[in-house]
Structures are given as structure tokens and as C-alpha cells.
């Protein structure tokens, strides 16, 4: 099990919470691929998108329905500053993830994050447990508040 797996699954059950983990061999790098992987509506997905934030150089998370894009607009008024792309050195540095693969929780540093409201339209939604070919079900309500995320408009 990959070092980024194991925080995933140690902030679950530090959290009390078992979910479900699926790995698939073909991988699941993008939404839609993670969707058909599962078998569920591409919103039961929880992206994990990340930015760089201009002004303080961190990384800042938007967990976004499957579906659904985040307004660079939008994104920078909730952020306070301006966003630029987030390599993937300074994902890696801060999460601990690699693009494709980045939770929404077990970060190394946690991010500021934020929440799409649309996730919880769901009972269950499917994200990276940190591994382009590992996703969890989770409640939505329960992801939200172990990402520390605050729940706002930012998609486009």
C-alpha cells in the first residue's frame, strides 16, 4: 500500500469512519473515468481541483461535483487573492499527492479548501484516495467536514 494510500485510510479511521475503497487497475485520473469506474453519475464525483494562490504561494483546494468547473472568478474572490495554476511540484510538496490522485483529505499540509454544494445532492459520492487507482464512498456531509472545507459557489 503506497505511503499516500495509508494517510487517506489513517484519516478515515481516525475519523471512526470505514468506506468503501475500490481500486482499479486501469486507473480513474479523471472524473469521467472514475464515474464509469464506479458506476455512478459523474456529479457522485468529488474532484479534487487545486490552484495556487498568487499572493501566498499555497496551494488552495475546491472540491467540485464531477461535472461541474470552477470559475477562476469565483474561486479568487472566495481565496482573497488571485490563482494561478498549481504545478505539480508544489502539489506534491504540500499534499503529499500526485496529480491524479489528490484526496480531499490526509493532505501532509491541509489546504484551504472549499466544497461544491452540489456533492451533497447525494448520498454517496466517490473520491481519490490518493492513488490514480484508488477512489472511496463516502456521505457527502461526512467528506465535508473532514476536508475542513467551507461549503460555496465557485463553479462556473
Known sequence: MSRSLK???????????EAELREFAEGTRTAHDAADAVGCALDQIAKSIL????NSGSAILFVTAGGNQVCADRAA????EPLGKA??????A???????????IGHLTPPRAYWD?????FA?????????RH???????????LSGADAADFTA
Not at 504540500?94 to 480531499?104: L, M
Not at 454517496?124 to 490514480?132: F, L, N, Q, S
Open 7 to 17: 494517510r487517506v485510510m489513517a484519516a478515515l479511521g481516525a475519523a471512526g469512519v
Open 51 to 54: 490552484f495556487r494562490g498568487e
Open 77 to 80: 474572490v472566495l481565496a482573497g
Open 87 to 92: 504545478d505539480a511540484r508544489l502539489i506534491r
Open 94 to 104: 504540500q499534499t503529499g499527492f500526485a496529480i491524479g490522485g489528490v484526496s480531499p
Open 117 to 121: 454544494p452540489r456533492l451533497l445532492d
Open 124 to 132: 454517496e459520492i466517490w473520491a481519490a484516495a490518493g492513488t490514480p
Open 135 to 145: 477512489v472511496f464512498g463516502i456521505a457527502p456531509e461526512l467528506l465535508l467536514r
